[in-house]
């Protein structure tokens, strides 16, 4: 049974940062694209980043470019999300998901984590 479990998240003033992890089990350690997205009440899941199943292509969305990174270390099986400079609006829900190809498309991710907090005060 693949499973994805996501932690790191929490309380942070804005300009701050946070690192989120997504440990995985139950598959290969690059059978998988694993995506990041975010959801707040009444919007739609939003997908921030993805990385591919080896590393090497990754995707970010405008709204964090340049502010989080994106890893993974198979030999852990663990992908990080890290995010700097948060700002009140990246309050969220953080989800890390699997994926057969590297997409922002929430529809097209199997396997989904529980979500973890993140909330940015101003």
């Known amino acids: 049974e693949v499973q994805l479990v996501e932690s790191g998240g929490g309380l942070v003033q804005a300009g701050g940062s946070l690192r989120l992890s997504c440990t995985f089990s139950?598959?290969?350690?690059?059978?998988?694209?694993i995506g990041w997205f975010r959801e707040v009440p009444g919007k739609e899941r939003e997908g921030i980043s993805c990385t591919s199943r080896n590393d090497r292509s990754k995707w970010y969305a405008d709204s964090v470019k340049g502010r989080f990174t994106i890893s993974r270390d198979n030999a852990k099986n663990v992908i990080y999300l890290e995010m700097k400079t948060l700002k009140p609006e990246d309050t969220a829900v953080y989800y890390c998901a699997a994926a057969r190809t590297l997409n922002d498309d929430p529809a097209k991710y199997n396997y989904w984590g529980q979500g973890t907090q993140v909330t940015v005060s101003s």
């Open positions: 139950g598959m290969g350690s690059d059978d998988y694209t």
